[in-house]
């Protein structure tokens, strides 16, 4: 068998507090990445081989890694299911529109990223909730008009968005509400590529430099 560890880069997003990464925050993010967001992807030996890819800046995995099934809605409330992710590269990122800062942030760089490309655009951007109990098909469409309205949000069932999210290695927690504070999200801030057969293949962790992102958007090889 082969092991790899993805060690999950989280953000703290209070809805109410728009600090970001302050002290006693990072620290708290510091205690829950060491007991619950480091976590071991067994990939077995028979695994498929990746497609052929030559990225520059992302982190690829050996072998391609099978995804579990899942059952979604986008934010046009049609179903979404593993069938959507063939026939093109995906990029996947995880977040919430009450998020007041790294969400916007990476979905801003990612826009960056995009207009910045030198080659055609060869991918789908998926933003997946984990926050589907304020996150709705309508408010995913409204949220993602301001910034690009082609890319695609999921929202769901929290068990389906666990299962996708959790077979890519991208951990989610919920902070309970207190007294002076709604409850918050701490969550992965990587960006995972699929393959055009649907498959884990690469993935970027923050901080990122949009112009990074672009070469290796650029790179992505025709879909045959």
């Keep these: 068998m082969q092991f790899i560890v993805l060690a999950a880069f989280m953000c703290c997003a209070n809805t109410e507090n728009t600090i970001l990464f302050a002290a006693d925050t990072a620290m708290a993010s510091a205690r829950l990445l060491s007991q619950v967001i480091v976590l071991?992807?067994?990939?077995?030996?028979?695994?498929?081989?990746?497609?052929?890819?030559?990225?520059?800046?992302?982190?690829?995995?050996?072998?391609?890694?099978?995804?579990?099934?899942?059952?979604?809605?986008d934010q046009d409330n049609s179903a979404f299911t593993n069938d959507n992710l063939l026939g093109h590269w995906s990029l996947i990122f995880s977040g919430f529109t009450f998020c007041p800062d790294i969400c916007p942030l990476t979905l801003g760089q990612l826009q960056?990223?995009?207009?910045?490309?030198?080659?055609?655009?060869?991918?789908q951007v998926i933003f997946v909730t984990v926050d589907p109990e304020r996150d709705t098909?309508?408010?995913?469409?409204?949220?993602?008009?301001?910034?690009q309205p082609h890319w695609i949000g999921l929202t769901g069932a929290q068990s389906e968005l666990s299962t996708l999210l959790n077979s890519l290695g991208m951990a989610q927690v919920r902070i309970p509400q207190t007294a002076s504070s709604q409850y918050s999200i701490e969550h992965s801030t990587a960006i995972v590529l699929l393959d055009p057969q649907g498959?884990?293949?690469?993935?970027?962790?923050?901080?990122?430099?949009?112009?990074?992102?672009?070469?290796?958007f650029s790179a992505l090889p025709a879909v045959d």
């Design 40 to 73: 071991s992807l067994m990939l077995p030996a028979c695994s498929e081989p990746r497609q052929d890819l030559h990225l520059r800046y992302a982190t690829q995995l050996d072998t391609a890694r099978h995804v579990a099934a899942f059952q979604l809605r």
């Design 199 to 216: 498959r884990m293949t690469a993935y970027w962790k923050a901080p990122f430099d949009t112009a990074q992102l672009a070469a290796d």
């Design 137 to 147: 098909a309508a408010s995913l469409k409204q949220y993602l008009q301001l910034f």
């Design 112 to 123: 960056a990223a995009e207009q910045q490309m030198t080659g055609p655009r060869r991918h």
